[in-house]
């Protein structure tokens, strides 16, 4: 951490008194504090729109619309993604880039209520905020709006940029924005994650995230049988080619089979699917032409990335070979694994000292307790989880993670920030979002009860504001403190073996002219004669499932 000085110094040789500096910081953290109501209410609007991934419409227009009208340069629909945007204000150096985040999740579905109650009108397993992704977006938001405010007070030169990064669910925008060259030339990115502790991320970053949609489509199915060998002229009776269908329930079963010796259970690395669907859904002999799966798969190394993908290629090749079909692929994503940087490290942990915790007022606590009597338990005073409410040091956070790797494993669990750390230093914040106390240990709350408290701006404001006032503070200091600015700069040089293109540099996976996958099937909101839906139609009761057999 770097020692305390009596002058810092500004980009072009201009110097800044501490008392100066001060003023800076003081500025920004004024003004997220006089616009906290604003910012609250813009958080539960994004919190309501629920929007999932590459359909977040209606979220990346309210951005667009407020940054414009905060004076910056805004390009909407970035990288070929319509819900993607790239937000500019200033100019010269430095550089200096954050981003928001507003996709929610299918399945989750959840009113701002201390009782199961998806949203109504809807399917019930339509779309909501987990993380919530909505509080990461707005205090990136009012991280850069408070920064710019104390930049523009004191004629502190340098550009603020946005990144509107929507898919973040399938790690979709950021290794897309990264192919196209929009994080070129940035100085240095300053990012965060809610989480249920307050910290800084130190060595241990995150790993590598690839997904890619199959398709198995059933080209000449009539070439299937000889039809000459049936005695009489009968469609019906002829055999049917297997087609799509099975070449995907192939596919999946096949995987499962397989999974265990794709790599060894070391690495924590992780396989998931989804089926896309084929759009039909009648009732005939017909063989089914056109059907998707969606494989996404997390580990610690791109290696281990690419071992996953050669046995998920192979098995869709022959799935497709024994059943008449020919197989394809979309790729979806392919992200890079994180890179540390100390400096922004240390300077953050400073920072996130000088905010401190997060506090709850008594409407987020009784509501925690709300949930817990819902659920048949005794209300505890404090509903929430210890580490919510105090800071968590990085060497700590550093030392809890190392525990549970083996020493050669270098990354955990997967995020698509990683992009970020190989254009510019970059630094991950972990600020709070409240989760409640459990009963007893191995005692698991229901899902609808973390999504209704991340919908609540009583649980929600304190960390949102917290994080947002620690990123300002960083993205000021990094635009007054040359040094310090310098110093990050030089280390991400060394553990990029030169930086830009160094010997230890890892370029974009996706090539430039990468096609985003934004017209692939993805659940959404759809417009009917019946009005707004889930891409699942609204059922008369319940989910529409029928009759429990």
């Not at 990461?136 to 710019?148: D, E, V, Y």
């Not at 690395?269 to 494989?295: C, H, K, M």
């Not at 990468?514 to 989910?543: A, I, K, M, Q």
Request: hydrophobic share 40%; aromatic share 10%.
């Amino acid at each position: 951490m770097r020692p305390p000085h009596p002058r810092c110094d500004l980009p072009g040789g201009a110097r800044l008194t501490m008392a100066g500096q001060d003023a800076v910081r003081a500025t920004a953290l004024d003004w997220i504090a006089a616009n906290e109501a604003r910012l609250s209410a813009f958080n539960a609007r994004i919190w309501a729109h629920a929007e999932p991934a590459w359909r977040e419409y209606r979220s990346a227009r309210d951005y667009v619309e407020l940054l414009r009208a905060e004076g910056f340069a805004v390009e909407a629909g970035s990288g070929g993604m319509p819900t993607a945007f790239v937000a500019r204000w200033g100019e010269g150096k430095p550089v200096l880039a954050g981003f928001a985040e507003y996709d929610a999740v299918p399945g989750n579905s959840q009113q701002v209520v201390p009782r199961q109650a998806p949203r109504a009108g809807l399917h019930p397993y339509a779309a909501g905020h987990t993380d919530p992704h909505s509080m990461l977006g707005t205090a990136s938001l009012a991280a850069i709006l408070g920064a710019r405010a104390a930049m523009q007070a004191h004629g502190v030169p340098g550009a603020l940029v946005l990144f509107g990064e929507p898919a973040e669910k399938v790690c979709g925008s950021k290794p897309i924005h990264a192919a196209k060259g929009y994080y070129d030339g940035l100085d240095a990115a300053v990012v965060w994650h809610p989480w249920p502790l307050n910290t800084v991320t130190a060595e241990t970053q995150f790993g590598a995230y690839w997904s890619a949609v199959i398709t198995f489509e059933a080209e000449a199915p009539e070439r299937w049988v000889d039809p000459s060998l049936m005695p009489i002229d009968a469609a019906h009776a002829v055999a049917r080619c297997p087609g799509a269908l099975d070449a995907l329930c192939l596919m999946y079963t096949t995987t499962k089979y397989t999974k265990e010796a794709m790599f060894p259970h070391a690495g924590s690395w992780t396989l998931n699917e989804f089926v896309l669907g084929d759009a039909g859904a009648t009732s005939d002999n017909l063989t089914p032409r056109f059907a998707q799966i969606q494989y996404s798969w997390r580990s610690s190394s791109l290696g281990i990335q690419e071992q996953i993908w050669r046995v998920l290629a192979q098995n869709a090749r022959h799935a497709a070979a024994i059943t008449g079909c020919t197989a394809h692929v979309r790729w979806v994503t392919k992200t890079r694994v994180g890179l540390p940087n100390t400096v922004m490290t240390e300077l953050t942990w400073r920072n996130l000292q000088a905010v401190g915790a997060p506090r709850y007022g008594e409407a987020a606590l009784e509501f925690g307790r709300a949930i817990q009597r819902e659920l048949g338990l005794e209300p505890m005073p404090d509903p929430f989880i210890a580490s919510v409410t105090r800071l968590t040091p990085p060497e700590e956070n550093e030392a809890a993670l190392r525990a549970g790797l083996p020493a050669w494993q270098k990354h955990l669990s997967a995020d698509d920030y990683v992009e970020f750390c190989w254009h510019a230093p970059t630094v991950r914040l972990l600020a709070a979002r409240p989760r409640l106390r459990p009963p007893e240990p191995g005692y698991a709350y229901p899902t609808w009860a973390y999504n209704a408290l991340g919908g609540l701006p009583a649980a929600i404001d304190p960390g949102l504001f917290v994080a947002a006032k620690t990123m300002a503070l960083t993205l000021v200091d990094l635009a007054t403190e040359s040094a310090m600015l310098a110093a990050a700069q030089a280390e991400f040089r060394e553990r990029t073996g030169g930086g830009i293109g160094g010997a230890g540099w890892v370029g974009p996976l996706l090539p430039p002219d990468f096609d985003p996958p934004v017209d692939l099937r993805w659940p959404e909101y759809v417009t009917t004669p019946r009005g707004e839906e889930w891409c699942f139609p609204t059922p008369n009761r319940g989910s529409g499932a029928g009759e429990p057999l």
